[in-house]
């Protein structure tokens, strides 16, 4: 989320005519694809350990917050096997009608309708969790820190459930300040999971921030 200076309202921003609009810019597509692209090389980075597999095409990788489609198309352009989720039906439908176009038949790409916080998947099954623009929207409706917090944990501690042993996350979200990045951050690290943030532009407002971690238990 780079070019639009003012964030996003959720969910009004995402329903009905909202979701067209979404789906149809063609700067949208090209930020969300090339942040997407970046989550990548940031899952490869040699300080979040080395990786077990030599394919893309051997990884289960979850899209957290897919919206119309953009990032996980990219994923699914590398050849990774991928489950991609989002709460809102009126973003989901859009992916599910771009999904015959760019389904390769060799790999797994399934949409699901479902929330970041109570995600219906099994345990110890994905190598990689990626998140565009969406995370911070988990938030959402929590009045104070004391209920973020509590949801940030207990969405840090599904995430840790549904990894393989020394699964990666890339998150890249749009905190308000300092300590919202940090109460994002310590979610993490207070459950199970090693890590640090990329900011693109630490001086400014609007540069891109991106989380990585890795499952240290
Ligand atoms: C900026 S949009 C889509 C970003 C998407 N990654 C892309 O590449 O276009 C953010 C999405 O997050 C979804 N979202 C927000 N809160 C969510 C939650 N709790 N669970 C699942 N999806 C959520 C919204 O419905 C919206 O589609």
């Known amino acids: ?39 990548i090389n940031y899952l490869f980075d040699p300080k979040l350990g080395e990786n077990i597999h030599q394919e893309y095409s051997e990884y289960m990788i979850l899209d957290l917050g897919c919206g119309t489609g953009y990032s996980s198309e990219i994923l699914v352009d590398f050849g990774f096997n991928v489950v991609a989720i989002d709460l809102l039906e009126d973003m989901l439908l859009k992916a599910n009608e771009k999904k015959e176009e760019i389904l390769n038949k060799e790999i797994v790409y399934e949409l699901i309708l479902a929330n970041i916080n109570k995600l219906p998947l099994r345990n110890n099954s994905f190598d990689f969790i990626v998140s565009v623009s969406a995370y911070n929207f988990i938030t959402y409706g929590k009045k104070n820190n004391n209920e973020k917090i509590k949801v940030l944990n207990n969405t840090a501690i599904q995430l840790n459930r549904i990894l393989k042993e020394n699964g990666k996350i890339i998150i890249e979200f749009y905190p ?15 459950n199970n999971f090693d890590g640090f943030v990329i900011k693109d532009k630490p001086q400014q407002k ?8 890795r499952k240290i238990q």
């Open 1 to 39: 989320m780079t070019r639009k200076k003012k964030l996003p309202r959720f969910p009004y921003d995402y329903l009905g005519n909202k979701a067209n609009e979404y789906n149809s810019q063609i700067w949208m597509e090209r930020n969300q694809k090339e942040t997407s692209y970046r989550c």
């Open 206 to 213: 609007g540069g891109q921030t991106f989380l990585l971690l």
């Open 176 to 190: 308000s300040n300092e300590n919202e990045l940090n109460l994002f951050l310590d979610s993490f690290k207070n």
